[in-house]
């Protein structure tokens, strides 16, 4: 296995675009987690799965945010009608549902819109 | 809800120096305790861990250790290095709960 995959690493977009991310996690995990993180900020949570349920998605995330993970594998995060504010890296990781074990990240997508 | 505050950066020290970086988490909970390291241009990635109280991580020469009655996990290193450079995010992991992150620690060590 090599890790999280995400793709594309960098996407630059027009102001109302529709985006979308994809994550691939490391095979035998369950869940997987998205990421936002900007310049000198810690990761901020915006959404997990476990399997392909979603669990919990962030309070402050906008209803343009969608994630999915529909056989509980890859997963994809789509941003609708994108805004400069959407500008950001976005993260994934993956971990066992073990809370001792550590999460994975991916190298990330780093979105710019413009 | 859970949450973990950092100590603010950057924190500037010379090679050699003795670094501490203080992480203090909320009490609902008996959570797991995590260090990321970010090095510049690269990824999250995990630097120790401790799982339950009076644990000690260690990894690369960094220590933490997991301090129920002080709600505390802080980051010490002896003797920094250059390679050091880079921010460091302290994470608690609650059962049943994702991964939170505090805000990130800026290390620079100057030769």
């Known amino acids: 296995d090599t890790g999280v995959s995400q793709n594309p690493r960098h996407k630059i977009t027009k102001r109302g675009q529709n985006v979308t991310f994809r994550c691939d996690p490391i095979?035998?995990?369950?869940?997987l987690y998205w990421y936002r993180q900007t310049l000198g900020q810690g990761p901020e949570f915006l959404t997990y799965f476990q399997n392909e349920a979603q669990l919990e998605k962030s309070r402050l995330l906008s209803d343009r945010f969608s994630a999915e993970r529909p056989k509980g594998s890859f997963s994809t995060l789509e941003i609708q009608r994108t805004e400069q504010g959407d500008s950001a890296m976005y993260l994934c990781?993956?971990?066992?549902?073990?809370?001792?074990?550590?999460?994975?990240f991916g190298q990330g997508t780093r979105l710019t819109v413009v | 809800g859970n949450s973990v505050t950092q100590m603010e950066g950057p924190v500037t020290l010379s090679e050699e120096a003795f670094l501490t970086i203080n992480c203090t988490y909320t009490?609902?909970?008996?959570?797991?305790l995590f260090w990321y390291v970010q090095y510049p241009g690269e990824g999250l990635q995990l630097l120790l861990k401790?799982?339950?109280?009076?644990d000690k991580g260690s990894n690369k020469g960094f220590e933490a250790t997991y301090r129920k009655e002080t709600t505390s996990f802080h980051l010490e290193k002896g003797s920094v290095q250059v390679s050091d450079s880079a921010v460091y995010f302290c994470?608690?992991?609650?059962?049943?709960?994702?991964?939170?992150f505090g805000t990130g620690t800026r290390l620079q060590v100057f030769p």
């Open positions: 009490a609902t909970g008996y959570p797991s």
């Open positions: 994470a608690p992991r609650y059962v049943g709960d994702k991964l939170i």
């Open positions: 990781a993956s971990s066992l549902e073990n809370p001792n074990t550590e999460a994975f």
């Open positions: 401790a799982t339950k109280a009076d």
């Open positions: 095979s035998e995990h369950n869940r």
